[in-house]
């Protein structure tokens, strides 16, 4: 779809160390749709090739980036990503509430082992406080299983049972990605809206080692598809488009750190040649 400035659109996420994922994959991303990307920054994720920590902001320092973007008068969409905390949650939600715009929820639910308590209030909270606010919400596998309470998630309808419980939780429209996890020849993700189940499909490719960031690259899209004013169907099929060729515009990190992270400019990079 078709670039050319069209106002803003504000992430509310984690900083991603290595750049693949988090608030970095969505700036690129709004900015190959032709928006202007604001930010807020809810922690910083570092990655290491054993392992990743996320160090949540203070409460009062999110509550200053909501209140400064709160003065800006052409902004398009929202989208939500890493949430680490539930300090934090309540506060998103809050601002959320106030807007009048299509929101997008990416449900990153980022914990190690240990966490258990802090996970199942956390995801209480997003099942309760803002899937009720979201226009789209785009779990992946692990995600839909924790916010509907379901587990073997391992077929195509199963998906779109899992999305259908999200929109009578509250959600507008609900996409829950099977991608690579499923088996089969084709990467499929199921959605529900309008009381219908869609089926996205691609093919799978070998470039699949250069994922990372492909989730929130993914979400990004749709947001700034249904900024433009485009449809959630055609918001959601351009986005599936829009990931696959981040995916095989991918690059390779280092040798030691796992997979490489999506290049959101594949498209347009494709299209150059």
Partial sequence: MTAGFKGTILTIAGS????????????????????GGLSAITSIATVFSDHFDVHP?????LADQ?????????????????IPNLDQLDQIAAFLAKQDLPIVIDPVLAFKEGQTQQQEDLV?????????LATVVTPNLPEAEALTQQQGLDSVEKLGEAAKELVALGAKTAVVKGGARLPGEKAQDAYFDQGQVQILTSPKFDHTAFTNGAGCTFSAAITANLAAGYSVEESLTDAKDFVNAAIRAGFPLGDNLPGGDVWPAGRRTSQQK
């Fill in 66 to 82: 909501l209140a400064s973007i709160s003065q800006v008068k052409n902004l398009r969409a929202i989208k939500v990503g890493l």
């Fill in 57 to 61: 902001l203070a409460t009062d320092v």
């Fill in 124 to 132: 209480s909270a997003y099942r309760t406080k803002l899937l009720p």
């Fill in 16 to 35: 991603d160390s290595l750049g693949g994922g988090g608030l970095q994959s969505d700036l690129v991303t709004f900015s190959e749709y032709g928006f």
